[in-house]
């Protein structure tokens, strides 16, 4: 067991837009380009041209169509990485202290040295963040680009997350959520951003944007083959969209 440091004041972490990602991948592709030659060792890609290709990211983005009530059926993209949480099980549970939070600013990391591939922290993590490289054997998760953001070597505009730099439509936001100023939590106050499934009680430091519901309309044909009660982030999303 390793415990939490107090809460930082400093809270460095995301903020996603689920109204303005469109699933285009190029966070996924800068995640993986930048974390494969920095931080740790590479992430792995096994089977890469192959029938079974696999390998190990530090972000993903699913795409799920939902079905609100009265409206149009829509997708929403969705983003998943390390949410950096404040009650972090994936520290708490680790045996050798590999996994720390960082009291300075709230990142929470791996330390690949003393990492010993036991999986536990991703076992614990409620939202799949965490992969197990099988070429390292070691724990990988999302590092917040700590080789970046605080980098006096690379120009200023290039100080934030690798995903952060890249996405297209600007949906993703880097900054401190510990200060109630900053623009990311004025945004998030804004916006009515929210914790991923706060009901796992792990406080997360990013925050999703909600998508908005794309005008009621009459209610699809395929509607009642639809009306499954869907499960998981699907069914999370369906029901936070009722919302909006
Ligand atoms: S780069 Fe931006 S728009 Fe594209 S999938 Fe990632 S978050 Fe969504
Ligand atoms: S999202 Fe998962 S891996 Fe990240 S701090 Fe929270 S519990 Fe740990
Ligand atoms: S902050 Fe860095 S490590 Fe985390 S998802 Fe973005 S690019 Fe990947």
Redesign the pocket.
Known sequence: MTALPPPSAKKLGLV?DLD?????????TACKGWNDQGYGAPLSDMDAYGSAPCGTFLNR?HSYEVQPEAAAPQII?F?RSCLHCDNAPCVTVCPTGASYKRAEDGIVLVNESACIGCGLCAWACPYGARELDAEAGVMKKCTLCVDRIYNDNLAEEDRVPA?VR????G??HFGDLGDPESAVSRLVAERGGYDLMPEMETKPVNKYLPPRKKGAVEASPLAPLLDVQATGFAGWLDRLLEKF
């Open positions: 996603i303005t990602c469109v699933g285009c991948q190029a966070c996924v983005v993209n983003p995903c890249t996405c297209p439509t949906a993703r």
